[in-house]
């Protein structure tokens, strides 16, 4: 089955700092959303972006659908930011629309 | 703005009775999934549901797992008699994938399932 590979695995940033988490797939995908899993372990749904770029406030993401990989910019980030990032794929000529989620980032936000 | 709800937010069990797990999806979507997230690790695909008919499910989705869609609005998963190993978050989501067009899954706030 398709593989999602998220990096890095951890990140720890000072608040104001900016980042770019990265999601690499291994086959073709129909879908691909980025979540951001908060203390309570809620999964809140940051993106949905199969393709092409989209912006939200302070953050902003990336699907390049042909060279199989997605970035996620986090600017000028903020202690609420801590949490885990998720990336989801749905493949291409699945049998369903099925989310294949990768392993995430640990983002912690330094006051 | 719509969303998905789940009840109950934290349930703790015995080793061997039986949970029932509450989703309410969005109204107007058509597909229904159930997710499961271990301690630590990543979310789980469980199965998929759609036209009141499982559409797929995973090799977790054994026979101690059912789902289904007792009326209109309300979509649930049960487990027959619970283990250790099935103490985890497990996540209601639903879409709206009609036409051919594939859209975003939108998730519920999650139910903590612990078993003793």
């Known amino acids: 089955g398709i593989q999602v590979e998220q990096s890095p695995p951890d990140l720890i940033l000072q608040e104001g700092a900016n980042s770019t988490l990265r999601c690499n797939f291994s086959?073709?995908?129909?879908?691909l959303q980025w979540f951001h899993q908060n203390p309570w372990g809620q999964l809140i749904n940051l993106f949905y972006i199969p393709s092409g770029t989209k912006q939200n406030g302070r953050l902003s993401a990336t699907t390049v659908a042909t060279e199989r990989y997605s970035l996620l910019y986090i600017s000028s980030s903020q202690t609420t930011d801590s949490g885990v990032y998720f990336c989801?794929?749905?493949?291409?000529?699945?049998?369903?629309?099925?989310?294949?989620f990768g392993t995430g980032t640990l983002l912690a936000v330094q006051p | 703005e719509p969303e998905v709800t789940q009840t109950p937010s934290h349930q703790v069990t015995q080793m061997g009775q039986e949970v029932i797990l509450r989703c309410v999806p969005i109204s107007n979507h058509l597909y229904f999934y159930w997710y499961r997230q271990i301690l630590g690790q990543k979310v789980e695909f469980l199965v998929s549901?759609?036209?009141?008919?499982?559409?797929?499910k995973s090799e977790i989705f054994d026979d101690q797992f059912s789902v289904e869609r007792p009326d209109g609005s309300n979509f649930t998963l049960k487990i027959r008699s619970t283990k250790l190993e099935d103490s985890a978050m497990y996540f209601c989501?639903?879409?709206?994938?009609?036409?051919?067009?594939?859209?975003?899954?939108?998730f519920g706030p999650g139910t903590r399932l612990t078993v003793l």
């Open positions: 086959d073709s995908v129909n879908n």
């Open positions: 989801a794929v749905e493949n291409y000529g699945g049998a369903t629309n099925k989310l294949i």
């Open positions: 989501a639903s879409s709206d994938t009609s036409g051919g067009v594939y859209n975003e899954q939108f």
């Open positions: 549901f759609y036209n009141n008919e499982i559409s797929e």
